[in-house]
């Protein structure tokens, strides 16, 4: 019996990503001066773990390339070459390309482009001295340490005698010999004489191994390896042609098996026992429940009380654990932004550093994913429009080095995420001078601060005078905002003139779970978030006001709010009309505010949010829906939705 490596794939892949990572964050400090020897032996096992994973799958270009990777990486720990800002560069093209090297093995596809080109810089940084008298640096056969010429590939197959232990031989450390002779070496280990445990001899070896080896030793080097063990043992080298990497890619290609790319999450055994233990309380306190209805009598009803009290707090507690697996740091895609800035920074020859906090704040999976691109946009357009060029933020008496920081932290029931900058803030009245001109609002309205801000988050709306290959072009402040907003969040925008800007975006710990505020309106129910809400008043007859060209509005502390009457708004009969009878939800979105009409507030409660969109059709400001206690069904209202429903609704009022 042969191990199916395949099976181990999908992990390889994983782990691969995660090496790649640690390599482009080491290397990126290496880049800002901190040299460190521990950082680079980080940054060289990384290398070396790819290396020696690829070979047992067969990945023979990755295995290579990693090679003179893990070469160049070796010399520069052993200090004989220096760290440069090119010699960094090149790491970093490095680490790009051997990302798409695997991710072109992972999907079965042929080598990328400039690959061969990188390994060959690879190979000539190696080289300590420089050719004089100006020649021209060209690659010379000498600084491969293994060309296509001299590499062979070896098929082994070694079946060590029996009596090898009893020999006080380990036939593993010769497999670890094996290995060191190559670039690249795949095993498999053969089990078909491994007997029944029953007949299972501990002194006897049943096991023989099929090695594929790729190296320039000769192959009396290779035998010589088996030396000691060759008496009893079938040992059998074969020479394979090693055909150059153009003809090999295509075939390759054709036979590669495509891995699962399905999602996936690791989760640290710690949160698997817990949930382990829990499940086994749970169960014992159903069958206590059990024991008791079984021969239920009044005289046991406090006792039934108590186990179905009980089983409701071991479901509360499985329950957050069970959401708590799905919850990753934030650092999964903070990670990412030191290269994007350094890459950025260098592009628009600009001086800025990155400042990162509150990266072990831990988010649901799903939406520590998707807001990847959002945060890339943002930290793009801070770079691109915040941070000043070094001279003028010298003019301004500001430090040569512009700062951006991204931060992270709880508040509440939520995760808030911050992009500031340090550069010269936004310029409200180019902004509004700007909305006016599109139309966007009347020249006559008098905006606030934040309703100046707000609108930059309109589609196609932009101020930037030339148009970028990063930005400009008007388009992606609203894919930001829109792309928050559908993972239940809000993100909001303020400035200070020559200071800086910073967005905030907030965001739900989870996309399953909600705590909402359940509300009835005529005979039906709903949920309101209840990170959205305010507060809730009944207001007096002279705080309901019709505003001409706005609508209906309810008076709050001085503040007009749109008011939207629900009943209207989903057709629901025997709701009450009169907002001083019944009562008004006060309810922010990017930080607007508006009032919801409801008859009653029923409770404070935590929902399974169900998609409606999956399973009937899109309903706007409805986000969800949900199974009540009584088994009835109620929708949840999307307040980001309702916003400019409300605003719509008043305005047509109004005509």
Known sequence: MQVDLNRFRETFFQESAEHLAEMEAGVLKLDQGAFDPELLNGIFRAAHSIKGSSGMFGLDEVSRFTHALE????????????????????????????????????SGGPVPEGIESVRDELHLAQRVQSPAGGEPVRLRESDRDMTTAARQIYQVHFRPAAEIFAQAMDPLLLLRDLARLGESASIQADCTALPELSGLDPERC????NIRLETAKPAEEVRDVFAFVEDGAQIRIEVEELKPAAEVAAPAAAVAQPVNR?????????KVDRLVDLVGELVIAQSMAHAIVHDFSMARLGELQESIAQMERYTHDLQERVMSVRMLPISHIFGRFPRLVRDISVQLSKNVRLEISGED??????????????????????IDHGIESSEERMRRGKPEQGLIRLAAFHQGGSVVVEVSDDGGGLNLERIQNKAVERGLVPSSEVLSEAQICDLIFSPGFSTSQQVSNLSG????????????????????????????????????LTLAILDGLSVRVGAET????????????????????????????VLVRGDALPL?????????????????????????????????????????????????????????GVLGATILGDGRAALILDVAGLAPTARHENLDRAA
């Open 206 to 209: 049943y096991l023989a191994w």
């Open 361 to 382: 704040t831990e988010l649901d999976k799903g939406v520590v994913e998707q807001m990847a691109d959002p945060l890339t946009h943002l930290i793009r357009n801070a």
């Open 564 to 620: 939207l009457r629900l009943h209207q708004l989903f057709a629901i009969s025997g709701a009450i009309g009169d907002p001083c009878r019944g009562l008004t939800v006060i309810v922010e979105h990017a930080g607007q505010r508006f009032a919801l009409l409801v008859d009653e507030l029923l409770g404070e409660q935590q929902v399974v949010i169900k998609s409606l969109e999956a399973n009937y059709r899109k309903v706007e």
């Open 473 to 508: 072009r008007g388009v992606g402040m609203d894919v930001v905002r829109r792309n928050v907003e559908a993972l239940n969040g809000s993100v909001s925008l303020s400035t200070e003139p020559g200071a800086g800007t910073k967005i905030r975006i907030q965001l739900p």
């Open 262 to 270: 399905d999602a996936s999450i690791r989760v640290a055994t710690s």
């Open 526 to 553: 709903y949920l309101l978030p209840l990170v959205a809400i305010h507060e809730s008043i009944r207001p007096r007859p002279e705080q309901l006001k019709t505003l001409t060209g706005r609508g209906e509005a």
């Open 71 to 106: 070469s160049l990486l070796d010399r520069i720990r052993a200090g004989e070459i220096p760290v440069t800002k090119p010699l960094s560069d090149l790491l970093l093209r490095a680490t790009d390309r051997l990302r798409q090297l695997l991710d072109a093995a992972a």
